[in-house]
């Protein structure tokens, strides 16, 4: 039983950075099957990955298009979990965040966090 | 805008069967069967209900079911019970090395 617990500031003024961490317990984020992501749900509703960072030997990341230039994922091995960091937000970035979890790169994501509501605004 | 099409609604009595579509592109449901659905409740994290076009998970029901003819995915719920109420989102790989979802569907049963 996977189980993903987030962490991170609910309200962050615009042109800052947005981070969270998601704490992984029933699995570890150095696994080289699995693969650690970022999802999030617009206030109208849709969802949005983000992007993700596994281990196969070495790190790797994936990055959506849309945040490619401002968006870093980051493995801590030492605390068992990885981190979002989102720079230079908008009111656009205002959204539930969640962490998931894949089993393999294309398999979907089985195990999510509960869920992190970020609020952009001065 | 989503990257994957949706109904916004659809509706049923209980015991009856619904069927959502979602319609992609040959860049993502038309390119794998790497199709997947997700429930999600008001206020929770969305929970994986098909996965791989057909695949259920275990402990899923086997009133869901999931289809895939081209670039158009249907998942179809048999049996509707008041606990099926719902948003259902679905989910593609994308051959940009990225998953690509719907913009959701609320499942009312009447």
Not at chain 1, 70 to 81: E, F, G, H, W, Y
Not at chain 1, 84 to 99: F, G, I, K, R
Request: a neutral charge; glycine letters at 8%; proline letters at 5%.
């Amino acid at each position: 039983q996977v189980q993903l617990q987030q962490s991170g500031p609910g309200l962050v003024k615009p042109s800052q950075t947005l981070s969270l961490t998601c704490a992984i317990s029933g699995d570890s984020v150095s696994t080289t099957t699995a693969a650690w992501n970022w999802i999030r749900q617009s206030p109208s509703g849709g969802l949005e990955w983000l992007g993700r960072t596994y281990y196969r030997s070495m790190w790797y990341n994936d990055y959506a298009e849309s945040v490619r230039s401002r968006i870093a994922i980051k493995p801590d091995t030492s605390k068992n979990q990885f981190s979002l960091q989102l720079n230079s937000v908008t009111p656009e970035d205002t959204a539930v965040y969640y962490c998931a979890r894949n089993h393999q790169l294309l398999l979907p994501f089985e195990w999510w966090g509960q869920g992190t509501l970020v609020t952009v605004s001065s | 805008q989503s990257a994957l099409t949706q109904p916004a609604s659809v509706s049923g009595s209980p015991g009856q069967s619904i069927t959502i579509s979602c319609t992609g592109t040959s860049s993502d449901v038309g390119d794998y069967n790497y199709v997947s659905w997700y429930q999600q409740h008001p206020g929770k994290a969305p929970k994986l209900m098909i996965y791989d076009v057909i695949k259920r998970p275990s402990g899923v029901s086997h009133r869901f079911s999931g289809s895939k003819s081209g670039n158009t995915a249907s998942l179809t719920i048999s049996g509707i019970q008041a606990d099926d109420e719902a948003y259902y989102y679905c989910s593609s790989y994308s051959n940009s090395i990225t998953w690509v979802f719907g913009g959701g569907t609320k499942l009312t049963v009447l």
